[in-house]
């Protein structure tokens, strides 16, 4: 984003804290990332976009370091944290206590657990537990705990999608504000071409398990007609057709799944009509 503070000389010439060069990675005897290369730069702030199903969780867990590629090299300089597309807060801590987590873990040594709460506004929220939070709380809350991890790279899968539009607006603003606060390099995946083209200094388009579209945003965080041309061309790139994408397997083991009962149905009638033979 513009307004972040520029880097140093000495973090500019750095390595990039994230690399991905040409990685493959298969699932399920699938190729869902096939010869992605991307490098993300220190303190910036990059969207991630792409169709559902299109591999954008898959590459941020590589990118987490939790998945490893079958193919190409991955470097990161410090373990990011992660925040998980539906949370993955412990029910049976407290809001104060999943923030708390990465410490009990060994991986703590970012903001102290009350600070990370306070820097997402939940301060006041603490002893409350997930189940007491409504969506959008719950989404501070696994972002308090990201922010309480060591490292400064931070990995953001669709944190708000859940919520509803306007909690979103002010969400997305807040997040603008928290990178600007910590400098923390980012990686956002969003669905939403226009949440990209206001947050991010780069929006990266994933599609058919390669990156299609590397695109400079300049992260000015408002409409213009600049960002409305980066929009018309993104929507351009992405196409307007439903993007969601089954795996085949699954769905023909499902098509093939009422083969079990029927037969053993029909083999309980059969030893049952045989039992009555005289
Ligand atoms: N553990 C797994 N085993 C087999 N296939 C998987 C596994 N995890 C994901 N997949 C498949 O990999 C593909 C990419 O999944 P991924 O979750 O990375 O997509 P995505 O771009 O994040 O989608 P969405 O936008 O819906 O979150 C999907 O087709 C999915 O079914
Ligand atoms: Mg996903």
Redesign the pocket.
Known sequence: MTSAPPPTQAQAAAPAPLAVQDIAVR??G?L?LDGVTLDVQRGEFLALI????????????VLAGLLKPERGTVHIATPPALVF?DYRLLPWRTALRNVQLPADLGTGGGLAPGEALKMVGMEAYGPYFPAQLSGGMRARVALARALAQSGDVLLL??PFAALDALVRERFNAELRHLHEKTGRTTVL?T?SIREAVWLADRVAV?RGGRIVELLDTRGEGRVSAYTDGLEAHLRAVLGTGDS????LD?VRARSRAWVLPVAAVALALALWAWGRTP
């Open positions: 699932l399920g699938e869902i792409g169709p559902s199903g299109g591999g954008k969780s898959t590459l941020l867990r597309q899968d669709e995946v669905h994933l969601t994408r089954l795996r699954s």
